[in-house]
């Protein structure tokens, strides 16, 4: 798809009966494909965001 790439993909990504995935990147800008951009509190500066779109393409499976 359009998506970024993910490096962090949530644990249920490819397990049986689910198809969509979540990445848990936490990045300084949302990719302008992300629908559903979060600020999250992290020691970090300048702030992070993370991208909460359930996705079926943004993650590889191994």
């Known amino acids: 798809g359009e998506g970024a790439c993910c490096n962090n993909c949530d644990f249920i990504c490819g397990r049986a009966g689910f ?15 992300c629908s ?9 500066w300048p702030c992070r965001y993370q991208c909460l779109d359930m996705d079926p393409d943004d993650c590889a499976t191994p």
């Open 19 to 33: 198809s969509r995935c979540r990445c848990l990147d936490l990045v300084t800008k949302c990719h302008p494909s």
């Open 36 to 44: 559903n951009c979060e600020m999250t509190e992290t020691p970090y």
